[in-house]
């Protein structure tokens, strides 16, 4: 679901709803619902090339210990 677009609609329906009666609150609500139907977003694509965290380069070359 889209949270942005849901959540402009919840303060919507607080905002302005809240100065009609009490009595038509069910209602606003049940539109809600409905309208509810249409912040579904699709299924994510499948990425081509995943994403990685890339290492952090070093400051300072690493010292080589050699080997005897």
Known sequence: ISF???SISILNIL???SLDSAGN???HLESL???SRRY???ERRVRSCPRVVK???QKYP???Q???
Do not use: N
């Open 4 to 6: 942005h677009i849901a």
């Open 15 to 17: 905002r302005f709803d």
């Open 25 to 27: 609150l069910p209602k």
């Open 33 to 35: 619902l409905e309208k």
């Open 40 to 42: 579904v977003l699709p």
């Open 55 to 57: 290492g952090k380069p």
């Open 62 to 64: 690493r010292k080589c």
């Open 66 to 68: 050699s080997i005897s």
